[in-house]
């Protein structure tokens, strides 16, 4: 490739960039609202629903607490006792709070969340809310146009709800479930032996990081094609005056 294919390329990725983010911030600045909603009802989700699952499947929740150590993370962040890669490293794998129910042996079930699940909450909540704002945004402009093109529901529904169910998409910190990390549905079924555990904890992971990187292609695309529509309107509007 010579030097023209490549500045031509380059320009081509400078503009793609570009107009994902005026569709993207036009949808966001034209729907607050719906961004917020969405954003924020897929984080509740995220947390409140897997131990409501588990409570459904195994036994009702009957504890609930913050990380008391979380109140030494600043400390522990400014010391310098410990590498600044193992603090960010431990720090990633803090938990932040946790669920449980007991049992007469022990631990029935427990449903903790790290920094590292909250952080994989928090882009779902923004990939879904940008998604919803930008489907919103797009039907609007549709209906102004007058073309009478439906659109069908928004599929960022059925993300939302799988990623916070972790129906084999999300995997959830979990305790007393002989693995470390797996689907809350693996938990939820008792009985289930180590090896299908493992199975279902690698297949989440998978799924998870293709849950998140499908969002980021949708929104995306959709932002993409909404600013090129935005610049395309503008420069008609500075031609026609």
């Known amino acids: 490739m010579g030097p023209g294919g ?21 949808a966001l600045r034209g729907h607050p609202g719906t961004f917020l909603g969405a954003g924020l009802a897929v984080l509740a989700l995220s947390v409140l629903l897997p131990p409501l699952v588990l409570s459904l499947a195994r036994k009702p929740v009957d504890y609930f607490t913050f990380n ?17 890669g193992t603090r960010i490293e431990k720090t990633w794998g803090l938990v932040l709070f946790w669920f449980s129910a007991d049992n007469p042996y022990g631990v029935e079930w427990g449903f903790s969340v790290t920094v590292a699940d909250l952080a994989r909450f928090l882009l779902l909540a923004l990939l879904v809310g940008a998604y919803f704002a930008l489907w919103r945004e797009r039907r609007a402009r ?14 960022g529904v059925l993300a939302a709800l799988t990623g916070a169910l972790g129906l084999s998409t999300a995997p959830c910190t979990v305790m007393g479930c002989g693995a470390p990390v797996l689907p809350v549905l693996g938990l939820a079924f008792v009985g289930l032996s180590s090896t299908t555990l493992k199975w279902m904890a690698e297949i989440s992971a998978v799924a998870t990081t293709a849950l998140l990187g499908g969002l980021v292609l949708v929104v995306g695309y959709l932002g993409s094609r909404l600013g090129a529509r935005r610049v395309s309107s503008s420069r008609r509007e500075r031609s026609g005056s």
């Open 6 to 26: 490549l500045q031509g390329m380059l320009g081509a990725i400078v503009r793609g960039v570009g107009d994902t983010a005026r569709g993207v911030g036009g």
């Open 68 to 84: 008391p150590w979380l109140k030494r993370l600043p400390e522990y962040l400014a010391s310098g006792g410990h590498p600044l």
């Open 142 to 155: 549709v209906q102004a146009r007058g073309l009478g093109v439906k659109l069908g529901r928004p599929g």
